[in-house]
């Protein structure tokens, strides 16, 4: 069967020092020859030269050209150009690979293919893929031994598929990090624990309330794990239409959409009739996020927290380790096992494996 030739630029598009790309497959060493200015090189040789316009004999880029040991490959060259980054070069050197034939393809789909002709597992190819979009370093050692093959291994064992449907939740949380969103009434803190997670000023607080006006995203790493933390507009009763009430509109959305809420109520007064209102909203949605009660403000001397509050100072930091706890305790568990254990890390594999599609886990191989 011919295999095509297929490239693959697996350093992101955008503003870079240096930009990958890399030829496999078919007589990916003639497409070479075509294009490259400087000494063909042998199996595990790297050498200088120039990229080629094939029409116009313009230099292209310089760059350094790579053959990697084709024998793990099915017995495919495999060539890697490390050319400059930046957007100009990366469009007319993937315009001079289409001219000549060259299938290119983005990193995941070159992963898989390549996956196939080493006869490695999807499960363990996707770990590979994962690895670059982890945040944290307890994720990336995680997705490191999958990437090593304990998940495969597992799966082949048959054993212990129980506990590998479990780990879905914890092993998503390690690649998207979860959303944690602050919701409550005006003024009770929320932006100010917010910025208390991430440990910076991010978000404005004012002591006037109504600062926070729309949904404002950043990422945290709590413990090993990023979470996102999404602090929003907080609820007064306002009787116009305006835009405040739409950042409470948002509010609400972002709650529906959320793995975890912190609930913040302001410690030196009652609850209103609205926040009330909006409590119960954000606790009434059945299969949707968990949901800490806080008692914001426990510093002050005007304090009275209710029971079923956590109380809190995100001025003085009283408090906010259980807080991080709470968030922590669904994944708390997988974490206590160690960054070696097989998990499941994206829904297809839970699917298979619920299947029993081995197969599409493990490969034609299996
Ligand atoms: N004493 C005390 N004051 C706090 C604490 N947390 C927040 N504040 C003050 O409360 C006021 C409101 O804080 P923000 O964080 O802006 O409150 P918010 O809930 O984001 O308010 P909106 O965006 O208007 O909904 C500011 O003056 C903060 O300094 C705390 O733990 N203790
Ligand atoms: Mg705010």
Not at 302 to 316: G, Q, V, Y
Not at 334 to 344: A, D, H, K, N, V
């Amino acid at each position: 069967m011919k295999v095509s030739v297929q490239a693959s630029f697996l350093t992101p598009a955008g503003a870079g020092g240096i930009g990958v790309v890399v030829v496999s497959g078919g007589d990916a060493a003639s497409v070479i020859g075509e294009i490259f200015e400087g000494a063909i090189p042998e199996s595990g040789e790297l050498k200088y030269g120039f990229l080629i316009d094939v029409d116009t004999g313009e230099r292209v880029d310089e760059v350094l050209c790579r053959r990697g040991l084709s024998k793990e490959m099915g017995g495919h060259s495999i060539f890697e150009i490390n050319g400059h980054g930046g957007l100009a070069v990366r469009r007319r050197t993937r315009d001079l690979l289409r001219r000549v034939g060259v299938d290119v393809v983005s990193a995941p789909d070159w992963f898989r293919e390549q996956a196939r002709y080493s006869g490695v597992a999807p499960v363990t190819v996707a770990a590979c893929l994962a690895l670059s979009r982890v945040q944290t370093r307890w994720a990336a050692r995680v997705l490191l031994a999958q990437s090593r093959g304990v998940l495969a291994q597992a799966i082949e064992s048959r054993e212990g598929i129980g506990s590998l449907l479990g780990s879905l939740t914890y092993g998503r949380a390690l690649i998207h990090p979860p959303q944690v969103v602050l919701a409550g009434g005006a003024n009770v803190g929320k932006s100010t624990l917010v910025n208390r997670l991430l440990g910076r000023d991010r978000v404005l607080v004012n002591a006037l309330p109504g600062t926070t006006r729309d949904v404002v995203r950043s990422v945290a790493t709590l413990g090993p794990l990023a979470f996102e933390i999404v602090d929003t507009a907080g609820y007064r009763e306002v009787s116009n239409e305006g835009v405040e009430s739409k950042g409470i509109g948002r509010a609400r959305e972002s709650v529906e959409k959320a793995d975890h809420v912190l609930f913040l109520s302001d410690s030196t007064r009652l609850l209103s009739s609205g926040e009330r209102n909006w409590l119960e909203f954000v606790e009434s949605r059945g299969e949707g996020p968990r949901v800490l009660r806080i008692a914001s403000k426990c510093d002050r001397a005007d304090s009275r927290p209710e029971e079923s509050f956590l109380p809190i100072s995100a001025h003085t930091g009283d408090g906010l380790e259980g807080v991080v706890e709470w968030i922590l305790e669904p994944y708390r568990s997988f974490l206590e096992q160690g960054p070696g254990e097989p998990i499941l890390f994206e829904s297809w594999m839970a699917e298979a494996l619920k299947e029993e599609n081995y197969e599409c886990l493990l490969g034609v191989t299996c």
